[in-house]
Nanobody, 116 residues
Framework: HVQLVESGGGSVQAGGSLRLSCVAS????????MSWYRQAPGKERELVAG???????RYADSVKRRFSISRDNAKNTVDLQMNSLKPEDAAMYYC???????????WGQGTQVTVS
């Protein structure tokens, strides 16, 4: 059973930090591509950061130099370190992953981030 489970959301004051974690299961190899998306009320879901199995990363312009994505292929986890949080970073954050290049993609259930 393939699934992604997020943790680490919560409430923080502007300027603070949070670390989100996502555990992928159901596929025995390092997942081909894993990303974090977010969706604020009334807005479309958007890519925050992604990392492939080789470690190549990509970031939304709005989070560059503040957020950092990393993964542990041995544990099949992907983390998102979020620093200097702003009120506009508040959203539901979703883990996304594709086990291999041509496989379907999967979503986690989401974890809420609130910035006041």
């Amino acid at each position: 059973h393939v699934q992604l489970v997020e943790s680490g959301g919560g409430s923080v004051q502007a300027g603070g930090s949070l670390r989100l974690s996502c555990v992928a299961s159901g596929y025995p190899m390092p997942w081909y591509d894993m990303s974090w998306y977010r969706q604020a009320p009334g807005k479309e879901r958007e890519l925050v950061a992604g990392i492939d199995s080789s470690g190549s990363t990509r970031y939304a312009d709005s989070v560059k130099r503040r957020f950092s994505i990393s993964r542990d292929n041995a544990k099949n986890t992907v983390d998102l370190q979020m620093n200097s949080l702003k009120p506009e970073d508040a959203a539901m954050y979703y883990c996304w992953g594709r086990p291999w290049r041509t496989s379907p993609a999967y979503w986690g259930q989401g974890t809420q981030v609130t910035v006041s």
